[in-house]
């Protein structure tokens, strides 16, 4: 079974994480300084060639201008900039993902939030690009939808934006108000990927080339079925992602992954123990795998295949098969060619 296959009939798991209650609330302050281009602010506020240590002290110097800004949007979007009360039916979603979808519990505290108190801050929106009359979201995905549950029109800002500044709208206004988790930036990264260059992903972000690398790096190796079936997961970091990816070069992996989250007692699970539950599963020796022996028509041993969770080794005996070794020499470039192309 292909690796896009195994995880075909999973459901999609409903996804939870303490801090996933509210897009209308700030939460923790990134300790980058963001650029908002919504205020007017171009640029990434960060040196990218700063060594590590130069960048810690440059973010802790810059802690209460950061808070100065989270502030400051609320204050532009609801006095300096003009708000209009538009159809939720007229307005489509960004052309980029970045959230994964979370619980009905949360969903159902986020309506009643705006039900009681009504839609505080405005979402930000653009006319659409292709379509005469309607618009499309630059952030504000989870009002717009509660709007729509709500029967209400919904409060938004109107600006021209291009695809670029929209894109560094939408992953600012995200890392100001509620961080993404690390899975779902990575997402996000691997979205914007095939549209834009790095310096616009980094920009967008607020991050740095080598956490753009990583970032793409895990996405790429862990199937997208089994990353839906675990869930946002709150509290996993970076380094857990990324040795979660470093378990996909085991031969077995896909295999023990998928008959994992196939059972009942992983779907009742929040989101940070199935990921942990995953990262167990495929932590856990492998039974080893016998050598096979590859022969010919009349029974001749041709190869000896030997494989692991780290290698596959091929053995082949000049004295028995010296023709048959030559040819497997000669096309091993062109097989590799063609692997790249099917990429």
Known sequence: MSRKRIFATLDSAPTRGPDAASDETPAR??????????????????????????????SLGEVSERTRRADEIE????????????????IDPSFVTDRMPVDDDVQRQFLASIREQGQQVPILV???????????????????KAAIELGRMVRAVVRDLSDEELVVAQGQENNERRDLTFIEKARFARNLQSRFTRDVIMAAMSIYKSDLSNMLSVVSRIPDELVDAIGPAHGIGRRNWIELADLFSRADAVERAAALVHSETFRTLPSDARFKAVLAALKQPGARREPSIWTSRQGTPLARVEQSERKVAVTIDRRQAPDFADFVLNELPRLYAEFESRK
């Open 29 to 58: 302050l990134e300790t980058r300084p963001r650029s908002r281009p919504l205020l007017g602010v171009a640029g990434l506020g960060i040196d990218p060639n700063r060594s590590p240590v130069g960048a810690i002290g440059q």
């Open 126 to 144: 653009r006319p659409h690009p292709q379509a005469r009359g309607r618009y499309q979201v630059a952030f504000g995905h989870r009002r717009l």
């Open 75 to 90: 204050r532009k979007l609801s006095a300096g900039q003009t708000i209009v009360e538009l159809d939720p039916a007229e």
